[in-house]
């Protein structure tokens, strides 16, 4: 039986508190996909398919493992005589009072003064979330951000809330009550970010890498701007949270398209885990300068999606103490390279699209050896993405390397919004073959993706033994991105 969840987040589990706020703990019991599951992905039949068994791996002793996959899990077997290396993110224990640590670091925070005292005066903010692709526990971070700017005086309605989609698509109602909670959405303005609205956009100027800076209007006009985030590692800026709600969360396209161009995504340092020196991250705080930021409340949450600690002031500083605290629990040391890795896109949200489930893909490039597999196990639940992103998939496909599509993508006069995420997907694809397990995904739909299908996981680990024979190296990643395994000596 299905447990009573909240009715404002729709957690399976919660813990309420004061404030109107819920804090989402422990995610649902995991589920093993049944012939009759709608959720369960299936071959095709096609050249691309990796066929069905009759049963799943049956061996007298088997490794369990659950993956995160969607809302509630997909839980696998492995024979023992296999010996997978299974890579999870170090226990960091949740907060045991979330709402008084995020207190304590908002009262001392980083390298800026006390929100409150910055608001003193002013007469209008501007409190910037991140879109429903990111795990963020708004509900906890809000109702003590809205307090500090009433505390100064601010009213609820001139008090808003942006959601920073990026080129993603907006939020509709639902998922406004899904991101902030009802009472936040009937106290304060919510709007939703367009790239694409070219009068919702003030020009700042241009990055000493020639960048144009456009902005959203409503952050810009107002006197407080406060940025909120998750910090987790980020296959193109190193580490998420701090500078990326502002840009590429509330940048106009023409400013994305800069800040994506090959030159920046084809830099060896645009990966994960790097920070220092990362040529994407240098370009973001560089447009971060021209639009000041006056205060960040950021993140780091644990594999239940519980607030472990808050990293709250300076857009610079305080995301930098915070990307060292994340650091220690999201790398893990791998003995080394493996054959075969079966990974996720790290379940609900991140796997809601084919689009987001790429990073599940580029987070075990460093695990996975060269012409060797990987096979991802990511729901897609609302299919591919953008219908741009189908568009550059399209693209992709018509060429044999990924040097030839770089070549075409670079020219002056070919853009295509997501084609970053293609390169990305192609990157990834240079290293190693990719086998996807995507229940929510169409035989149509799958042909686009660059991978081969399976039907389950077990399906596609019999087959890739039977490519790289029976005693190849087995790597398992239940959490996919949101830990980043590490092999020795690199």
């Known amino acids: 039986m299905r447990s009573t969840g909240c009715m404002t987040c729709s957690a399976a589990r919660a813990t309420h508190r004061d404030r109107s706020a819920c804090i989402p703990t422990k995610r649902a019991a995991a589920r093993t996909p049944s012939p009759t599951d709608p959720c369960a992905a299936r071959p095709t039949g096609g050249p691309s398919a990796i066929p069905s068994q009759n049963s799943p791996i049956r061996e007298r002793r088997a490794m369990n493992i659950t993956l995160a996959y969607g809302k509630t899990g997909l839980d696998i077997a492995i024979d023992d005589a296999l010996k997978p290396a299974v890579y999870r993110k170090k226990r960091n224990p949740g907060a045991a009072d979330p709402h008084a640590a995020l207190d304590t670091a908002m009262a001392a925070p980083i390298g800026a003064p006390r929100l409150r005292d910055i608001a003193a005066g002013k007469k209008t903010a501007a409190i910037v979330i991140n879109d429903i692709t990111r795990p963020v526990p708004n509900k906890l971070l809000l109702p003590h951000i809205i307090d500090e700017l009433r505390w100064a005086g601010l009213r609820d309605t001139d008090i808003c809330i942006l959601n920073a989609t990026g080129t993603h698509r907006p939020a509709p109602r639902d998922e406004q009550i899904e991101l902030v909670g009802e009472d936040i959405l009937a106290r304060h303005p919510f709007f939703n970010h367009d790239c694409h609205a070219d009068h919702d956009h003030l020009y700042l100027g241009l990055t000493p890498n020639g960048t144009e800076v456009f902005l959203d209007k409503r952050y810009m006009e107002a006197d407080v701007r406060v940025l909120t985030g998750l910090i987790e590692p980020h296959f193109m800026a190193g580490y998420s949270g701090g500078r990326k709600a502002l840009c590429p969360g509330l940048a106009s396209i023409r400013t994305v398209r800069h800040i994506h161009h090959p030159r920046f995504m084809e830099h060896p340092t645009a990966a994960n885990l790097v920070v220092k020196g990362n040529f994407m991250h240098e370009e973001l705080l560089s447009i971060i300068r021209m639009a000041r930021v006056d205060f960040i409340v950021n993140a780091v949450i644990n594999e239940d999606r519980e607030l472990c600690a808050a990293f709250c002031g300076d857009v610079d500083e305080a995301h930098l103490a915070g990307v060292e605290a994340a650091r220690r629990y999201d790398v893990v040391e791998a003995d080394a390279e493996a054959d075969i890795v079966i990974t996720t896109s790290a379940g609900y949200p991140l796997d809601k699209t084919f689009y987001q489930a790429v990073k599940g893909l580029c987070g075990v490039e460093g695990l996975v050896r060269r012409g060797g597999t990987v096979i991802l196990a990511a729901e897609c639940s609302e ?89 190849a190296k087995i790597a398992v990643v239940p959490e996919g991105p949101y830990v980043i395994p590490v092999v020795k000596g690199e």
């Open 383 to 471: 299919g591919m993405g953008n219908p741009a992103f189908l568009d550059c998939l399209r693209v992709r496909a018509q060429f044999a390397s990924h040097d030839d599509y770089i070549r075409h993508i670079e020219q002056p006069d070919h853009f295509i919004p997501d084609q970053w995420q293609v390169e990305k997907l192609s990157q990834a694809l240079r290293r190693a073959h990719a086998v996807l397990v995507a229940g929510g995904l169409s035989e149509k739909d799958h042909q686009l993706t660059l991978c081969e299908r399976a039907a389950s996981v077990e399906s596609a680990l019999r087959a890739c033994l039977q490519k790289h024979g029976p005693s």
